[in-house]
Each structure stands twice: as structure tokens, then as C-alpha cells.
T-cell receptor
Framework: EAQVTQNPRYLITVTGKKLTVTCSQN?????MSWYRQDPGLGLRQIYY???????DKGDVPEGYKVSRKEKRNFPLILESPSPNQTSLYFC???????????FGEGSRLTVL | GEDVEQSLFLSVREGDSSVINCTYT??????LYWYKQEPGAGLQLLTY?????DMKQDQRLTVLLNKKDKHLSLRIADTQTGDSAIYFC??????????FGRGTSLIVHP
């Protein structure tokens, strides 16, 4: 089944404790992206990647890192999480960076 | 850059038609999309329209595009409670990277 898989789905952590949210897709998509969703603000893009070893900042990249060492994986790294990074995070992928994005089910992160 | 605007809430009665509106700013936008997010889930592509089209119909869904006014709408006929969700408008141009609106929460009541 074609899908985008994120882990963990839920996480509660404390300020400053490094964490990684994994994202994997099995559709051989070149384009992958991370978004955060906050009430009243909609979806905001954090980082995106056009292909392996190619990553670019989105609209809200501060406090986040990403890597794209393999085509299928695009982890999101929070080196030192802060409470303002409490949010719902979505990973998405698409073929040939079209707008037809496939989304994961989301990872709800709470930073205390 | 591209800016996509849509109202935050829409409430309709079951059986009525719903119309969700969206405006965008970049006249070079090539693809315009509607995504649906059901509670507790990720977004799913509902439908899309190319900028050289005025209208697209798919069963209960009708998408209208007014390119001159940069206005996109999604009409859902015979709205059901299962249509309750957040609907996101998105636009993409030459880079194909979509810009999303803030989402419209559609509430369907009996």
C-alpha cells in the first residue's frame, strides 16, 4: 500500500531534549516536505527536499534540521526543542514536485 | 511570494450545498488544489484544476476558477455529515511547490 509513515504519532518531551521524527515513503517520490499545523495558522512549511542530498528551508525553519540521505526517508530533527514547537507535524511527499502531495497521518508533539 | 486566503469556518445544514471560497495572489499559479483533512488524519487531495480550465466537476464536487479575479471555489452538493472536515485550498506555480491557505472548517449539522 502506497503510504507516508511518520513516527512517533504522539510525543511529550521536555525543553532541550533532542528528538527526531522519522518520515518514510514507499512511492519512490523525489519531493518530500515537512509542515507544522497550528490552530488559526494553517499549514506552514518547515523544510523540503527535491531529491537526495538536496534540502531547502521553508517558511518556518528556525529550530529544525532535516537530512535526506536516502530517497525514502526524510527525518525532522529538533536539536533543542522549546515549548513554541508544540504542534502537529506532517510529512508529505510527491512525484516530480507537483502539488499532488501525499501526507502522513501526523505527529503530535508537546514540549513542556 | 504566493498568498492564499480562505475563510476559517462554514456551517451548513445536511442536504444543502456548501461553497468554500479561496483567493490567491500569484497570477502565474498553474495548479490549484483542494485538500480535505478529516479529524485526526493527514490531508488528502480531493481535486485539482489547471489554470487553463474554468470548471471541473467530479460527482458531488464542482470546482470553479475565475482566473481574472484569482478566485477559486469548491462546491459540495447535497452535503453530508461525513463531509465535515477542514478543506485546504492550495496554489502552485512554476516551482510546483504548493502554498496552502489556512483551511476552512466545514461543519455540517442535521
Amino acid at each position: 500500500e502506497a503510504q507516508v509513515t511518520q513516527n512517533p504519532r504522539y510525543l511529550i518531551t521536555v525543553t532541550g531534549k533532542k528528538l527526531t521524527v522519522t518520515c518514510s515513503q514507499n512511492m519512490n517520490h523525489e519531493y518530500m516536505s515537512w509542515y507544522r499545523q497550528d490552530p488559526g495558522l494553517g499549514l506552514r512549511q518547515i523544510y523540503y527536499s527535491m531529491n537526495v542530498e538536496v534540502t531547502d528551508k521553508g517558511d518556518v525553519p528556525e529550530g529544525y534540521k532535516v537530512s535526506r540521505k536516502e530517497k525514502r526517508n526524510f527525518p525532522l530533527i529538533l536539536e533543542s526543542p522549546s515549548p513554541n514547537q508544540t504542534s502537529l507535524y506532517f510529512c508529505a511527499s510527491s512525484l516530480y514536485n507537483t502539488g499532488e502531495l501525499f501526507f502522513g497521518e501526523g505527529s503530535r508533539l508537546t514540549v513542556l | 511570494g504566493e498568498d492564499v486566503e480562505q475563510s476559517l469556518f462554514l456551517s451548513v445544514r445536511e442536504g444543502d450545498s456548501s461553497v468554500i471560497n479561496c483567493t490567491y495572489t500569484d497570477s502565474s499559479s498553474t495548479y490549484l488544489y483542494w485538500y480535505k483533512q478529516e479529524p485526526g488524519a493527514g490531508l488528502q487531495l480531493l481535486t485539482y484544476i489547471f489554470s487553463n480550465m474554468d470548471m471541473k466537476q467530479d460527482q458531488r464536487l464542482t470546482v470553479l476558477l475565475n482566473k481574472k479575479d484569482k478566485h477559486l471555489s469548491l462546491r459540495i452538493a447535497d452535503t453530508q455529515t461525513g463531509d465535515s472536515a477542514i478543506y485546504f485550498c492550495a496554489a502552485s506555480g512554476g516551482s510546483y511547490i504548493p502554498t496552502f491557505g489556512r483551511g476552512t472548517s466545514l461543519i455540517v449539522h442535521p
